[in-house]
């Protein structure tokens, strides 16, 4: 069964950083891309970032572009979101999602409960 | 960015009658090299994340009813619910993956009538 456990959501204040973890778990980790999808408070659902396994590429929203930082480590089974430069409207919360396939262009097939991030002064 | 529209915003069907919620993308998500609408449904109920009932605009995840359905192909999409249950009230969204940024539908609230 695909497992997907995100952590280190929190409150942080504006202009702060923050680094959301995904361990996963139920599946051969290193042959799915993976994404990252927002949802803030009684809104709909926001595609954040995509990392993919074909030859590592990474991609971002425009809203979150050169504050966020996809990465994986393969050999822990981890994705993460590197957080920096937060504003209110980055205040949400965080699913990691499983991808279909290995490369880009690929629906989510599973995802965590997700983590709450709250940009706050 | 490809802007994903759904219609309508909310939408009350009684119980064991057909539900339709519509999605239509700003420009095509149909790749002619293969033939596939690069289109997925999500379902969303509170409290719980999103899962996936149909991708490709028409394959049904494994383990979804099969009163759930999509069609449609290049910028009009459907998914439609043949006979509605009680368990099917959710949040529907639509969402492209032919470009990115991956952008979602706002999404369909569906309750019971």
């Known amino acids: 069964e695909v497992q997907l456990l995100e952590s280190g959501g929190g409150l942080v204040q504006p202009g702060g950083s923050l680094r959301l973890s995904c361990a996963a778990s139920?599946?051969?980790?290193?042959?799915?891309?993976m994404s990252w999808v927002r949802q803030a408070p009684g809104k709909g659902l926001e595609w954040v970032s995509l990392?993919?396994?074909?030859?590592?590429?990474?991609y971002y929203a425009d809203s979150v572009k050169g504050r966020f930082s996809i990465s994986r480590d393969n050999s822990k089974n981890m994705l993460y979101l590197q957080m920096s430069s937060l504003r209110a409207e980055d205040t949400a919360v965080y699913h990691c999602?499983?991808?279909?396939?290995?490369?880009?262009?690929?629906?989510?097939?599973?995802w965590g409960q997700g983590t709450l991030v709250t940009v706050s002064s | 960015d490809i802007v994903m529209t759904q219609s309508p915003d909310s939408l009350a069907v009684s119980l064991g009658e057909r539900a339709t919620i519509n999605c239509k993308s700003s420009?095509?998500?149909?790749?002619?090299?293969?033939?596939?609408?690069?289109l997925a449904w999500y379902q969303q109920k509170p409290g719980q994340p999103p899962k996936l009932l149909i991708y490709?605009?028409?394959t049904r995840e494994s383990g979804v009813p099969d009163r759930f359905s999509g069609s449609g192909s290049g910028t009009d999409f459907t998914l439609t619910i043949s006979s509605l249950q009680a368990e099917d009230v959710a949040v529907y969204s639509c969402?492209?993956?032919?470009?990115?940024?991956?952008?979602f539908g706002q999404g369909t609230k569906l309750e019971i009538k």
């Open positions: 969402q492209q993956y032919y470009s990115t940024p991956y952008t």
């Open positions: 139920g599946f051969t980790f290193s042959d799915y891309a």
């Open positions: 490709w605009a028409s």
């Open positions: 999602a499983k991808a279909g396939c290995g490369g880009n262009r690929c629906y989510s097939n599973s």
């Open positions: 420009q095509s998500v149909l790749n002619n090299s293969n033939n596939k609408n690069y």
């Open positions: 990392i993919v396994v074909t030859d590592g590429s990474t």
